[in-house]
């Protein structure tokens, strides 16, 4: 097999996938092989070609299908909600509560809530899906006292930025967030049904109240590449171009 070989396969089948609907399947290895008569490891390796380029997902048990990747954007003026961010996207969200209990915050949680080691506070693991494919997980650590029947709101309302409000009656806003890319660890890669230890996105945040500035969450999401695109906004954006030449020269003489 030659790397250009298995190269101009992924790049006719990248053509292909143009034409095609997000969340179509793809033909398996196998007929692969028989399409462009080369072996398994050839056709294996134009797949993960392909993913690399982010333009298909590989599901654990189920197959290839071509990718539909959004832009995931964060941003001081955005609510910090996964619904709304997806919506606004143009996507349909869904999140799933796996585990929901009460219990003590490790000190790195409890020093991003801004509280004692040891203090009780609402844990929840969730699996998050766009348009009805897995996209992302999460660990979520939220103050007691902000909504202290969590579980019963989260039972009839998938929004924990709803519930806050609604039940709490606080709003939430991002004061601070972090975004690495990086391997997620045997149990993550389950959880987003990765065949192979692809990079993933990373995102720790913290919320506050904005009426009082308490911190109400720290979660750590872990989101597919090939689901989401991250996009950090931050300050405001310029009126003018970059492109103008007098725009960087007026900046720096300012």
């Not at 004692?116 to 009805?132: F, K, Q, V, W």
């Not at 969590?150 to 519930?163: K, N, Q, T, Y």
């Amino acid at each position: 097999m030659t790397e250009q070989r298995y190269r101009a396969i992924a790049d006719e089948l990248e053509g292909e996938i143009a034409g095609l609907r997000p969340g179509t399947r793809l033909d398996s290895e196998h007929t692969l092989m028989e399409r462009f008569g080369v072996s398994r490891a050839a056709a294996r390796a134009a797949v993960q070609e392909l993913e690399r380029r982010l333009r298909v997902r590989r599901v654990r048990g189920s197959g290839t299908f071509v990718s539909e990747r959004i832009d995931y954007v964060i941003s001081g003026d955005r609510r910090p909600s996964w619904h709304r961010t997806v919506l606004a996207a143009g996507a349909v969200p869904r999140s799933v509560v796996r585990e929901s209990a009460l219990a003590p915050l490790p000190a790195d949680s409890a020093h991003r809530l801004e509280v004692e080691p040891g203090t009780l506070a609402h844990h929840m693991t969730r699996l998050s899906y766009i348009n009805d494919a897995i996209a992302a997980c999460g660990s979520e650590w939220v103050a007691y006292e902000a909504v202290p029947d969590l579980a019963a709101g989260m039972r009839v309302e998938e929004s924990l930025d709803e519930v806050l409000r609604q039940m709490g009656h606080v709003h939430a806003v991002r004061s601070w967030c972090r975004v690495a890319s990086d391997i997620p660890s045997p149990e993550v890669q389950e959880r987003l049904q990765l065949i192979t230890a692809t990079p993933v996105w990373v995102v720790e945040s913290v919320n506050r109240d904005a009426g009082t500035g308490r911190p109400l969450t720290y979660s750590t999401s872990w989101m597919r590449g090939d689901a989401v695109r991250v996009v950090m906004e931050i300050g405001t954006a310029p009126t003018r171009s970059a492109a103008d030449p007098n725009y960087l020269k007026e900046v720096v003489q300012q």
